[in-house]
């Protein structure tokens, strides 16, 4: 089992900045592919970012990026997630999820379904 406990969310005025992290413990989660998702009220859970397990690359949601950074600390078992010129709209609950061996892609990897673990979420509140 893989427990995730996301920190660091906030409010925050539109144009400023955020860090989100996910500590991992049960199991180290060098081979597991962490996906950050958000949901808003009323809304269905999105794929926010999302890094393979395998490559380390990172993708994202159109909306985010350029302005949003994923990264993974092997040693620390933990993932980041770097929010940049927050908008109104970036306001949601943010949660990470991690999957053993998922694939991650440009068009894989961005289903809540894939994904067995997931943490309670953060709040993230982007004032206007």
């Known amino acids: 089992q893989v427990q995730l406990v996301e920190s660091g969310g906030g409010l925050v005025q539109a144009g400023g900045s955020l860090r989100l992290s996910c500590a991992a413990s049960g199991r180290t989660i060098s081979n597991y592919a962490v996906g950050w998702f958000r949901q808003a009220p009323g809304k269905e859970r999105e794929f926010v970012a999302g890094i393979s397990w395998r490559s380390g690359t990172t993708y994202y949601t159109n909306s985010v990026k350029g302005r949003f950074t994923m990264s993974r600390d092997n040693v620390k078992n933990s993932v980041y997630l770097q929010m940049n010129n927050l908008k109104p709209e970036d306001t949601a609950l943010y949660y990470c999820?991690?999957?053993?061996?998922?694939?991650?892609?440009?068009?894989?990897?961005?289903?809540?379904?894939?994904?067995?673990?997931w943490g309670q979420g953060t709040q993230v509140t982007v004032s206007s």
């Open positions: 999820a991690a999957d053993q061996f998922l694939p991650i892609g440009i068009a894989t990897g961005r289903e809540p379904s894939g994904y067995d673990y």
